[in-house]
C-alpha cells in the first residue's frame, strides 16, 4: 500500500478563507497579541508565522518580544493589561519560557476569554465536558485533517504517542468525541510497540526524529506526524516518512502537514475571542 499523502495547505487555505471572509466584514478587527520570551529559535520561526497569518486574514497582530531574564511577576503584569485592554481580543504566550517562569501561573493568568491556545484550566474543563469554549490550536488541526479524510472514526483503535498538555491529552479528549477508542502511550509506557502495532490511527507527538518505523505500524494504518524536530536547521517528523509512506494509508508530511492547521486554528478561535468580547462586552 503506498499512503495518500495529506498536505495541511489544503486542508487549512479552506479554514483560512472562512475566516478571512469574516473578518472582512466587521468593521472593528479582531486583534492578536503574541509574546516572545527569549531567545529560543524555533519560537521566533512560529511566532513570525503566526503574526503573518494574521496579517493575511486581516487581523490585527502585534508581537512583544522580551528578553530572556524577564521576570515573572513582569510578564504577569503585561499580561493583565492586555487582559484589560478592550482592544486586544487574544493573547498567547509562546512556549517554552525561560526556567525561571513558572508556565503555570502565565497560562492561569491569561483572561479565559482571550485564550486564543485554549490552554486556561477553564477552557480545557470545558473541552472535557463536551462544551469547547475554543479548541486547542494542534489537536484541533489534526481533527480537522482526519475530517478531510472522511474516514469514519467510530470504534478505531487511536494511538497517541507523547502526554503533552499541547498535544497528548487534549487530542485524546477530541479523538474520544469521535468515538474512537483511544490510547496513550508515553514514556514510561510498557511495550509501546505492541500497543502502537494495533493502531488503526497513529498521533505522534514525541519529539523525536523517526521514532515511528514501518516495522512498528500495522498496513494501512493511518499516520498523522506532529513532530517538528530541527536538527541542524532542517525539519523532521517524528514519523520515518519514506518507510511508513509505504504501509500506511494516510500519510501526513513534516514540514507541510500539522503545523499549518495549528496556526489556522489559531485564526479560528481569534475570531472566536474577538466575537466572545462582543457578547460578553468585556
Ligand atoms: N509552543 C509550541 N506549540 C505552541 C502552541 O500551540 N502555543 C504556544 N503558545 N506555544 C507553543
Redesign the pocket.
Known amino acids: 500500500m503506498t499512503a495518500k499523502i495529506i498536505y495541511g495547505k489544503e486542508v487549512a487555505n479552506k479554514i483560512k478563507e472562512e475566516v478571512k471572509s469574516k473578518v472582512l466584514m466587521l468593521e472593528k478587527k479582531p486583534a492578536l497579541t503574541v509574546i516572545l520570551v527569549g531567545e529560543n529559535a524555533a ?1 521566533k520561526v ?1 511566532v513570525n508565522n503566526k503574526h503573518k497569518m494574521c496579517k493575511k486574514l486581516g487581523i490585527k497582530s502585534d508581537i512583544v518580544v522580551l528578553p530572556e531574564d524577564t521576570t515573572q511577576a513582569f510578564l504577569l503584569d503585561l499580561i493583565k493589561k492586555l487582559n484589560n485592554d478592550k482592544n486586544i481580543s487574544g493573547i ?5 519560557l525561560p526556567k525561571h517562569i513558572a508556565e503555570e501561573a502565565v497560562i492561569n493568568t491569561v483572561h479565559p476569554l482571550k485564550d486564543v ?1 485554549c ?1 486556561h484550566p477553564e477552557n480545557i474543563g470545558l473541552m472535557f465536558a463536551g462544551q469547547p469554549r475554543f479548541l ?3 489537536p484541533a488541526g489534526v481533527m480537522e485533517i482526519l475530517k478531510f479524510t472522511g474516514v469514519n472514526l467510530s470504534g478505531m483503535n487511536a494511538v497517541i504517542i507523547g502526554r503533552s498538555n ?1 498535544v497528548g491529552k487534549p487530542q485524546a479528549i477530541l479523538l474520544l468525541e469521535k468515538h474512537a477508542t483511544v490510547t496513550i502511550v508515553h514514556s514510561r509506557t510498557k511495550n509501546i510497540a505492541s500497543i502502537v502495532k494495533n493502531a488503526d490511527l497513529l498521533v505522534s507527538a514525541v519529539g523525536i526524529k523517526h521514532f515511528v518505523r514501518a516495522e512498528m505500524v500495522k498496513e494501512g494504518v493511518i499516520v498523522i506526524d506532529v513532530g517538528i524536530n530541527r536538527i541542524k536547521e532542517k525539519l523532521y517528523g517524528d514519523v520515518d516518512f519514506d518507510e511508513v509512506v509505504k504501509k500506511a494509508s494516510y500519510l501526513t508530511p513534516v514540514p507541510g502537514g500539522v503545523g499549518v492547521m ?1 496556526i489556522a486554528v ?1 485564526m479560528q478561535n481569534t475570531l472566536k475571542a474577538y466575537e466572545l468580547q462582543q457578547t460578553h462586552n468585556i
Do not use: A
Not at 92 to 96: G, R, T
Open positions: 519560537s512560529y498567547l504566550v509562546q512556549l517554552p491556545d490552554f486547542p490550536c494542534t499541547i495549528t489559531l
